[in-house]
């Protein structure tokens, strides 16, 4: 049989056009559900809709050549109802395909929630609680980046093991407070310590001061921050004007900790902190690559793990899209649990059952002021914690995906 040049591009064109109508609309749309002006605006928001953008730029130049994909951005404001609406617009009337960063976990859940109803993928790099991997799992929901459980298994654990027993707990009070205090809680006992008590306090609180005199008239030797962002921001600023050092025989040990919370602190006020992180922009030569480049379109800002996540997530998911020639949810999900996982921000990662993306952490300390080369030189690195230890193991999931 002959071919001509004419048979041969109609002939691609057919199979182009077959591939592409697996996609639904010609277009793979993603959403990224964030907060755009509150507490975590700074670890996701613009700057996880850069990510994002950055992720679909580098899929169009390989894996994803010729496909048709856009971005959506929306603010949930930290309220459920309100990330609950706009995800099931995206996924009713907009032909929004995947969701990510959901900078909050009550957000999350009730987007979760959504999609095991409804269809579509979400990934979650901005929540912390561990029950989007546990009881309140799916199979077309992915956890990236860290929980409260790799959180806790940083600071607590190592502050604990080192002799600081008995802790008190400044806790933010909705589910992903509750869960970092819970998960912080079982790893000081298990490593022989006591929690002394807690204190919770609203999303977004101005002043700390009642709550860290309650914690500071504990007596205990660790002032536990399980809070995030802004709010640890202001805590820290709190405890300082109290006084409250390791020279008094307390120390403040924040149990998730961002980039952009140590930039707004400075190192004076910072330096000594220990926490636990999925990504630093200076760990490699891959991840300072990756940074530069996200340095130049994010008004000079080094990317936080949460936006490295964002990143990552869709990135991994547009790779499968491609590989699956498909953006039906279950299929992708599937495809997404197969591939691997490559790319400059995780290490030694892959997703398991339950939808919990696992790979190496690290344990960081924060420079004083002297030992910082320059700009964003915040950190330094204590231990790496194996993606096999750093997350909760699967023996001990409620998730109904996972076989015992």
């Excluded at 700074?42 to 899929?59: L, T, Y």
């Excluded at 700009?375 to 230890?389: C, E, G, L, Q, R």
Aim: charged share 20%; glycine share 8%; hydrophobic share 45%.
């Amino acid at each position: 049989m002959r071919f001509t040049r004419h048979s041969l591009a109609l002939a691609a064109l057919t199979l182009a056009a077959a591939a592409q109508a697996q996609i639904s609309g010609n277009t793979v749309k993603v959403g990224v559900l964030t907060d755009m002006a509150g507490p975590y605006s700074g670890m996701g928001g613009a700057g996880s809709v850069v990510a994002a953008k950055m992720a679909i730029d580098d899929c169009l130049k390989a894996e994803c050549k010729g496909m048709k994909i856009e971005v959506v951005s929306a603010d949930h404001q930290n309220k459920a109802d309100i990330a609950a609406t706009k995800a099931r617009e995206w996924l009713d009337r907009d032909g929004v395909d995947a969701i990510a960063d959901i900078t909050n976990s009550a957000a999350a859940l009730a987007v979760q929630k959504l999609v095991r109803e409804k269809g579509g993928i979400a990934m979650y790099s901005g929540p912390a609680t561990t029950r989007l991997t546990d009881e309140d799992c799916a199979e077309n929901g992915f956890h990236w980046m860290f929980d409260t459980y790799s959180s806790a298994s940083g600071a607590a654990a190592a502050l604990t093991k080192n002799g600081d027993k008995s802790w008190y707990f400044v806790t933010v009070d909705y589910a992903f407070g509750h869960s970092l205090e819970k998960d912080a809680s079982e790893m000081v006992k298990a490593n022989g310590g006591t929690v002394l008590g807690s204190v919770r306090h609203p999303l977004n609180a101005s002043d700390f001061s009642s709550f860290i005199l309650q914690a500071q008239n504990s007596k205990a030797q660790v002032i536990g921050l399980a809070n995030g962002a802004q709010d640890t921001v202001n805590a820290i600023k709190a405890a300082r004007e109290f006084g409250i050092t390791g020279e008094k025989g307390q120390k403040v040990a924040s149990l998730l900790m961002f980039l952009t919370d140590v930039h707004s602190l400075g190192l004076r006020q910072a330096q000594g902190l220990m926490f636990s992180e999925g990504f630093y922009w200076d760990m490699d030569d891959k991840a300072r690559a990756f940074a530069a480049r996200f340095e130049k379109l994010h008004k000079g800002y080094k990317p936080t793990m949460v936006q490295a996540g964002v990143y990552s997530s869709v990135l991994h998911y547009l790779k499968s899209v491609a590989a699956a020639k498909s953006d039906d949810s279950k299929v992708v999900a599937q495809k997404m649990r197969e591939l691997p996982i490559d790319d400059p921000v995780m290490r030694n990662a892959s997703i398991r059952p339950d939808g919990r993306v696992i790979h190496d952490m690290y344990l960081f300390q924060v420079k004083a002021p002297n030992e910082s080369k320059g700009a964003w030189d915040y950190y330094k690195t204590v231990s790496t914690i194996p993606a096999d230890v750093a997350f909760k193991p699967l023996a001990q999931s409620a998730c109904p995906l996972v076989k015992k």
